[in-house]
């Protein structure tokens, strides 16, 4: 998985537009930069802030599940690898 495109997606500079979408490609220039961890449960941490320096924060579970808060914004949705 590439941490940087599902940052984009969360942050809404990768185009998805509908369900089950396939996303691809390099946004590490639109996403700003960022910090993670894993902690004991396998779950990742993101802190970062986009490159108007607002912050953010994600976590994503080892099932794929993102839970992600852009300043007072939320947004969650399911990653996994493409096939």
Known sequence: ????????????VAPVTSDRQ???GDYS?????YSQ???SRGTTHLKGYDRNG???ELTIDRRGFV????????VSFRVSEAA
């Open 1 to 12: 998985m590439l941490i940087s495109t599902v940052i984009a997606v969360a942050l809404g």
């Open 22 to 24: 396939t996303v691809s």
């Open 29 to 33: 220039d639109k996403i700003g930069r």
């Open 37 to 39: 961890f894993v902690d």
């Open 54 to 56: 607002h912050g953010y």
């Open 67 to 74: 839970e992600a808060a852009i300043g007072e914004r939320t």
